[in-house]
């Protein structure tokens, strides 16, 4: 890896080196996550914006001077990346804003941000000789790592562990994918220890987020590829729902590596957006105290993540942004789906339009300025999540084939 000075562990400083199976620090265990280090001076003498303007490649591994990985390393068979942006008048409107800039990240092959960690997990599963990878996911990342596990086209195994409240269509993807998949009959939490014993046990390798240090790296590519967009003009705030905080902390990670190297002059505030019902990280980022473990309760299950092993890079990428946390209930969650679907045409999940909510929330407050310029990240797509969809939006219309009755239900819903 040209450009991987090491890992260092974000607890007590002790690096190591950016092997493709080292999760944690021996010394600081659970609590010592990893980070990835580069050879900034070396990328910033060796990588420029013309370079890559000019490079054809279009999808996430055009960042390949700031991604942790060998250059002759297979990759799965996918695009991932190149989600569009938007900028949206109609919905800044909405938010109390003059526009918001909206990022589709749905749009990827298997409908969700997750696949740009899941494509890092494949690459260093590969890297790393494994022949089976394995998660705990409450939805996105599961289908996320089968498709790509699937696109590598070799002989490599997902093996996913999911809670019994997954989503039915995030379930059905993976087993499209040819995932072995154990649903747990509890919660998320329970769903993580026991995928945490059987890669133990087996010697799987680890795709989970929060202990794996080269998921934030995936996640952070899409910020970086928000920035190119924007042609390096970065907005005043950023926002991302927030679930373990791996999103977040490659956020930040993201917009640091881009002012390291010189493409961007600052990083920009983040706002975490968590449900009301599952809450712990803002209520840490907030209090200044330990994280406390807390219920799942909230519609958007991509975040209901009730015990973040990722919460301390979370907090820290918010903190060092100079941004804030904020809580939005599931009934601005829902409200929200409506919204942006009827005013741009994008269909979200509740967890993917968490962010959103979270602007309203943040503008009314007066957290963000009503003169800010501020983007979101739409983390997951809407079709992965119909019954709530179906929530968000009011009852179709049952007709018999008459004209005359159409024509009164029309008049009387005010649509002529």
Known sequence: M???KNLKCTNCGKTYEAKPERYLCDKCGDKGLL??????DKIKKEWSKEELQNNPESSIWRYMPLLPMEADTPKPNLRIGNTPIYHSTKMGKELGLKEVIIKDDGLNPTGSLKDRASAMAAVKAKEAGAKTVACSSTG????????????MEDDMQAIIFVPERAPLGKVAQLLVYG???VSVQDSYEAAYYLSDEAIKKWGWYNRNAAINPYQVEGKKTAVIEMAEQLNWEIPDWVVFSVGDGCTIAGAYKGFYDLKQIGFIDKVPKLLGVQAEGCAPITKSFRTGQDLEVTDENTIADSIAVGSP????????????SKGEYINVSDKEILNMIKILGSTTGIFGEPAGVTGLAGIKKAVKESIISKEDSVGVVITGNGLKDID????A???????????DKLAKIFEDKGVI
């Open 35 to 40: 980070d990835v280090k580069y050879k900034y």
């Open 179 to 181: 995932a072995e998949v």
């Open 393 to 403: 939006v009011d009852d179709l219309i049952e007709i018999e084939a008459d004209i």
């Open 388 to 391: 709530n969809a179906r929530k």
């Open 2 to 4: 040209k450009y991987v």
């Open 309 to 320: 092993r990722n919460y301390r890079k979370a907090i820290n990428a918010v903190k060092n």
């Open 140 to 151: 996105n990342a599961a289908s996320s790592l089968a498709g790509n596990i699937a696109a």
